[in-house]
């Protein structure tokens, strides 16, 4: 039997979705995922990983408005039923909240997305 023909070890995803969570290299850990905000690195700049090809797509938008969705609704809920302030003030406090909270966690979740797409894919 070639080696081509066996099975290659499967990578751990739960090791690179923390590392990508970290925005860190889902290969080695070591190197920055992104180059910009979002724009993943085409290579590793520490490992040399071919990064270049993983499609996040509309999955870290997608879980970003999951997660903060569930945090802001509540508390808008939570903070209506008790003190039941004027509108402007909710669309003052909640709206920055929103898009501050947003714009922190999509970072991270695009990189965990990465890591386990990297993940997904078997080892050459
Ligand atoms: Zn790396």
């Given amino acids: 039997m070639s080696a081509d023909l066996q099975t290659p070890a499967a990578r751990d995803w739960s090791k ?4 990508g969570l970290a925005c860190k290299c889902p290969a080695c850990g070591e190197g920055p995922v992104f180059t910009g905000y979002l724009r993943v690195t ?12 993983l499609r ?20 808008i809920l939570i903070v209506e039923r008790a003190y039941m302030p004027p509108i402007w003030l909710h ?6 909240l929103t898009t501050l909270l947003s714009l922190a966690f999509l970072r991270p979740i695009k990189g965990a997305v990465v890591g386990v797409l990297w993940a997904q894919r078997e080892k050459p």
């Fill in 56 to 75: 996040a797509d509309d999955a870290p938008p997608y879980f970003t408005i999951f997660i903060v969705g569930h945090i802001i609704v509540p508390l």
């Fill in 42 to 53: 085409p290579k590793c700049a520490a490992c040399g990983e071919n990064l270049d090809d």
């Fill in 91 to 96: 669309m003052v406090v909640w709206l920055p």
């Fill in 16 to 19: 690179s979705f923390w590392r």
